[in-house]
């Protein structure tokens, strides 16, 4: 049961609980702090501005601690005529599970960061206050229960990576922000325009109110309201890079710098997630089995177009091992979305647990293995050919990034992804989709390809014509080898004890 804490009995917005809604004002406050402190440091000592980013990251995640425990916590509530509350924030264990797993992220992107904003002369205050800013919207994002905050807060998570995308110097940044920033903005005004018909309809922008109106709404507005269903849904479908909203993601990835493409593939996909499951699984209940079998369709197209996509990337290919990540994170996406489709046909949010599940299952090892490229990219490059023979030259790199490709296959010992893989199957059957687990299952068969076609090459010998590498880059920056052992550690802990994840299957999350 939610704890309200209602300030007047006339039905006036609520004093704020300022310990829900602490982990995403605490990275906004670390954000303004690395701004204003840029302005007073001196260059030699602007490097702190990253170790100020990571503490404050810290802090935020520590902040989700005396929430952990106990009833979901709301704030920003309305008294209604009933008497009940309609709150625009609620700290549940579905909020706390994607705030964890969006500030994780940051944090794990800051650390990738901080020799990549020092080798490539990036801007340090703006880039750690764009990430920063980015990931106080992703974590404000599950946690919002209207649309106003939910578009707000998917704006404040997108605006910053936009930039974050164009800091790259080299003159591809700036391309593949322009095309992330129209393709993302063409998204929004179509999801504004759902909004204002669902608004019309049900004559309220809290989430449960509007699943209300919509039960009763009359004849000849459902077409309209369910037409505002759609167009809602195209915007969270965009961060999420769902087919055929997915064609910014390979081009936006290969463009940015890496830590940057990291974040996005596991934070901003986080954000969109959360936002898709909240409008439907809440809002657009009465709905369900309409949009259960468009997500149903849509997560057979997005598995099969981005693991089919990947498997074009050959040797050779500029950034094909980035591109490679960008196409595997499109097909790992279809997956994501299959609980949403069962709990859809099940006309209840039971599956999310999957969802939730398999999203922090594929945050560590996703991010994990964008380390490795990191670490690669130092000494050779971002081709698949230039991780051939990395066991010979950076042993603990080459097996962390097995593991990580094992764990994104399924395939043992990277035994948390096999069941992450194995919840989400068990969504799809138990909904009655047993069409959409066989396409699962294909799909499986396909990703194992290029997985293990790219483990195969860290163990295989070197090229003879491999170039040198210079004196200084074999070794690790401190800070990349901790997001690697982070991120190996996490998937080896998990793999050993999935119950501390695969827990959230048959929890309350709502």
């Given at each position: 049961?939610?704890?309200?804490?209602?300030?007047?009995?006339?039905?006036?917005?609520?004093?704020?609980?300022?310990?829900?809604?602490?982990?995403?004002?605490?990275?906004?406050?670390?954000?303004?702090?690395?701004?204003?402190?840029?302005?007073?440091l001196p260059a030699a000592r602007k490097k702190a501005l990253g170790w100020i980013s990571a503490a404050g990251l810290v802090g935020a995640l520590a902040s989700m601690l005396p929430l952990v425990r106990g009833d979901a916590r709301s704030t920003f509530c309305l008294r209604t005529a009933a008497g009940t509350g309609a709150c625009s924030y609620t700290a549940d264990h579905f909020a706390l599970?994607?705030?964890?797993?969006?500030?994780?992220?940051?944090?794990?992107?800051?650390?990738?960061?901080?020799?990549?904003?020092?080798?490539?002369?990036?801007?340090?205050?703006?880039?750690?206050?764009?990430?920063?800013?980015?990931?106080?919207?992703?974590?404000?994002?599950?946690?919002?229960?209207?649309?106003?905050?939910?578009?707000?807060?998917?704006?404040v998570a997108s605006l910053p990576a936009f930039a974050l995308v164009a800091l790259r110097r080299d003159g591809r940044?700036?391309?593949?922000?322009?095309?992330?920033?129209?393709?993302?903005?063409?998204?929004?005004?179509?999801?504004?325009?759902?909004?204002?018909?669902?608004?019309?309809?049900?004559?309220?922008?809290?989430?449960?109110?509007?699943?209300d109106g919509l039960a009763v709404a009359p004849a000849q507005l459902k077409p309209l309201a369910a037409a505002g269903a759609v167009l809602t849904l195209v915007g969270f479908a965009f961060k999420v890079a769902v087919v055929p909203f997915h064609f910014w993601l390979?081009?936006?990835?290969?463009?940015?710098?890496?830590?940057?493409?990291?974040?996005?593939?596991?934070?901003?996909k986080a954000a969109g997630l959360a936002g898709l499951a909240l409008v439907t699984t809440i809002a657009f209940h009465p709905y369900a089995h309409t949009w259960g079998l468009v997500l149903a369709v849509l997560a057979a197209l997005t598995m099969t177009g981005g693991n089919?996509?990947?498997?074009?990337q050959r040797p050779g290919t500029p950034y094909s091992a980035v591109r490679l990540l960008a196409w595997s994170s499109v097909g790992q996406a279809g997956y994501l979305i299959v609980p949403l489709a069962a709990a859809g046909y099940e006309g209840s949010p039971r599956p999310l647990g999957a969802t939730v599940a398999y999203a922090l299952i594929y945050g560590v090892v996703n991010?994990?293995?964008?380390?490795?490229?990191?670490?690669?990219?130092?000494?050779?490059?971002?081709?698949?050919?230039?991780?051939?023979?990395?066991?010979?030259?950076?042993?603990?790199?080459?097996?962390?990034?097995?593991?990580?490709?094992?764990?994104?296959?399924?395939?043992?010992?990277?035994?948390?992804?096999?069941?992450?893989?194995?919840?989400?199957?068990?969504a799809a059957v138990d909904a009655g989709l047993g069409w959409l687990a066989v396409v699962m299952a294909v799909n499986v068969v396909i990703a194992l390809f290029y997985y293990l076609q790219w483990t195969a090459k860290l163990f295989a010998p070197a090229p003879e014509t491999a170039p040198a590498v210079a004196a200084g880059t074999l070794r690790t920056p401190a800070p990349l080898a901790a997001a690697l052992a982070l991120t190996a550690c996490g998937a080896v802990v998990l793999s050993v004890v999935p119950q501390l994840v695969l827990q959230v299957v048959d929890g309350t999350l709502f």
């Open positions: 049961m939610n704890r309200l804490a209602v300030a007047d009995p006339g039905g006036l917005i609520q004093s704020v609980d300022w310990v829900a809604v602490a982990p995403p004002l605490i990275a906004a406050l670390a954000a303004l702090l690395v701004l204003v402190a840029d302005l007073f599970a994607f705030q964890l797993l969006a500030l994780g992220g940051a944090l794990i992107a800051v650390l990738l960061s901080l020799h990549t904003v020092d080798e490539e002369r990036l801007p340090g205050g703006e880039y750690w206050f764009l990430l920063l800013s980015s990931a106080a919207g992703a974590a404000l994002l599950p946690a919002s229960r209207d649309l106003a905050t939910l578009i707000i807060a998917l704006e940044g700036a391309e593949g922000a322009l095309k992330f920033f129209l393709s993302s903005v063409t998204a929004t005004a179509v999801m504004l325009l759902g909004v204002g018909f669902v608004y019309a309809v049900s004559g309220s922008i809290h989430l449960t109110a509007i699943a390979p081009d936006t990835y290969t463009s940015a710098p890496l830590p940057v493409a990291g974040y996005l593939s596991v934070v901003g089919v996509a990947a498997l074009r991010l994990g293995a964008f380390g490795v490229v990191a670490v690669v990219a130092r000494t050779s490059g971002t081709r698949l050919d230039d991780h051939r023979g990395l066991f010979a030259r950076n042993r603990w790199s080459a097996l962390a990034m097995a593991f990580f490709l094992l764990c994104l296959a399924g395939l043992p010992p990277g035994v948390v992804g096999l069941f992450g893989k194995v919840v989400v199957f068990r």
